[in-house]
């Protein structure tokens, strides 16, 4: 049994942490190979601006769940490619809209492609493996959960007991 196994929930976060590292290893070695110049930790952002473009900055950090500040940062490393632009918010120039450059709408061209195949290979590998099947429901179930009661106030519970 591997280390990480046998210690079961006691580095759950790490286990989870490792296998999302191997997979934005696995696709960035996707994209390049398939020469097309995008880190997956790109996605996320890319994925909205291609569902939506002209979208405030705080509305992508609230669809993501993450904090403004970290959305933020990635939009100017991906403004500093030349891939997004931004502009104040006509109602509101506290606000930045964030947009897909024409460059960012050639490249998302290019990666919807391997989104696609992605996908195709994910649906494959879970349903190859009959537990995998129950895996993202398991995490959204556990998502939940923790929206409900915070992790670290369910330790300190069972820490007085």
């Known amino acids: 049994m591997s280390f990480y196994s046998s210690l079961g929930y006691l580095v759950f976060g790490s286990r989870l942490r490792r296998l999302s590292e191997y997979f934005l290893?696995?696709?960035?070695k996707v994209y390049e190979?398939?020469?097309?110049?995008?880190?997956?930790?790109?996605?996320?952002?890319?994925?909205?601006?291609?569902?939506?473009?002209?979208?405030?900055?705080?509305d992508i950090a609230e669809q993501l769940e993450v904090s403004h500040s970290a959305v933020s940062q990635l939009v100017t490393g991906l403004k500093k490619k030349g891939l997004v632009e931004t502009a104040p918010c006509p109602d509101d120039g506290r606000r930045q809209l964030v947009m897909l450059t024409d460059k960012g709408e050639s490249l998302l061209q290019e990666v919807q492609p391997v989104w696609e195949a992605i996908t195709l290979a994910m649906t494959d590998l879970t349903e190859s493996q009959r537990q995998s099947k129950l895996l993202l429901e398991a995490i959204t179930q556990v998502e939940k959960a923790v929206q409900q009661e915070p992790l670290s106030i369910r330790i300190l519970s069972s820490m007085k007991n």
């Open 33 to 58: 190979q398939s020469g097309i110049a995008f880190d997956a930790s790109w996605f996320p952002v890319f994925y909205i601006l291609s569902k939506q473009q002209n979208i405030p900055l705080t």
């Open 25 to 28: 290893m696995e696709v960035n």
